[in-house]
């Protein structure tokens, strides 16, 4: 007979996978929409940059939290803390299109060295942000379907990748502020 831990963890395998592909491609798709381009009457939302920053830092603070907490078997406190990173994640994912539909890219000033620094740190961002999406989704599977030891195996690299992802997200605004507009 198969583990009913497994069984429950294969139903969500469709979504991982659903929402894997469809999330970083209606964030291209929006990105690329400018609705003050398209003629709507909308403000641009450029108050919006520092606090999705602040959201990643808040991130990157509740990941450190988190995986401090399930050192000390403080269990019910790490299922919160990841939860609501999970959230703050989603929230800065909704703050950064509402900015980008609404506002026009702020091209980066820096020249030379911080200038390749900059670029770097933005791509290497962007590709694992995209990439941790399904990883974040499957360590959470496995942790309320009660799949323990799978959910520990997947953590451990789920964890350095989305505390990367944040990290990087708010050296990617401190670099590029100045050129706010």
Known sequence: MENPNLVAEKKYNKWIVILSIVIPLVVAALFGVN?????????P?????????SLNAFTALLLIIGFLAIKKNKIELHKK???TAIGCSALFLIMYVAYHMTSNSTPYGGEGVMRTVYFFVLISH?????????????T???AITNNIERHKKIAKITFPLWLYVAVSGVIVYLMISPYYI
């Open 35 to 43: 609705l003050r381009d398209m003629g709507f009457d909308v403000a």
């Open 45 to 53: 939302l450029t108050f919006l940059p520092p606090i999705y920053a």
């Open 81 to 83: 803390l990841m939860t």
């Open 126 to 138: 962007i590709i694992l942000s995209i990439v941790i999406i399904p990883f974040v989704l499957i």
């Open 140 to 142: 959470f599977v496995r």
